[in-house]
């Protein structure tokens, strides 16, 4: 029997491997996240679609057009029903907005407002004070919309725009919301 020759096989199992993630690196890319990216940029309101590194795994961020003024809901949901076609786990999704320092103020004011909402599920209480709030720092449009799963608060002051996304605690077997 012949010696085995290491360095060949070395070799050998590097290429091997190399052109395996590459391989699939280029399959990922081309035509997996390219198309997905296209179908996003195609959505209505969306400027741009990009998959950035996030903390745990990659981010889909979603950047709407500075003039777009539905619901940040149907925004939401529809980039997620695209990124849900993927074969592996779902992406977090990301939609990025453009505050001034009065958006950044309400966000502040309206956060403990929004928590509330989302653990005790007032949310016809929250959207009236998140009203009030948005009236009283001047801002000319803010909406709250809610599903099964989180909380939307939308809000403009000119050309600027807020987008804050609250997810809702699970719901216990016996309706109600986890303490």
């Known amino acids: ?20 993630f590459g391989a699939n690196y280029l399959y990922r890319s081309h035509f997996q996240k390219a198309p997905l990216l296209e179908r996003l940029g195609r959505l209505e309101g969306v400027a741009s ?31 997620e029903n695209e990124a849900a076609a993927l074969p592996r786990k779902p992406l977090l999704l990301e ?14 004011a309206a956060s403990p407002t929004l928590h509330e ?8 209480e929250a959207a009236a004070g998140l009203g009030e709030l948005a009236a009283a720092s001047g801002l000319t449009d803010c909406q709250l919309t809610v599903d099964s799963q989180r909380l939307y608060l939308q809000a403009r002051d000119g050309d600027c725009y ?5 997810l809702l605690p699970p719901v216990q077997e016996g309706g109600g919301v986890d303490a």
């Open 117 to 124: 909402a989302a653990r005790r599920g007032r949310y016809r």
């Open 162 to 166: 807020l987008y804050q996304i609250v």
């Open 95 to 108: 939609i990025t907005d453009r505050r001034n320092s009065r958006l950044d103020q309400f966000a502040a």
């Open 1 to 20: 029997m012949p010696e085995l020759n290491w360095p060949r096989a070395l070799l050998v199992a590097l290429l091997a491997l190399g052109l395996f």
């Open 49 to 79: 679609a990009e998959i950035v590194p996030g903390d745990g795994g990659e981010k889909l961020r979603i950047t709407p057009e500075p003039s777009y003024r539905g619901l940040l809901q149907d925004l939401f949901t529809a980039a």
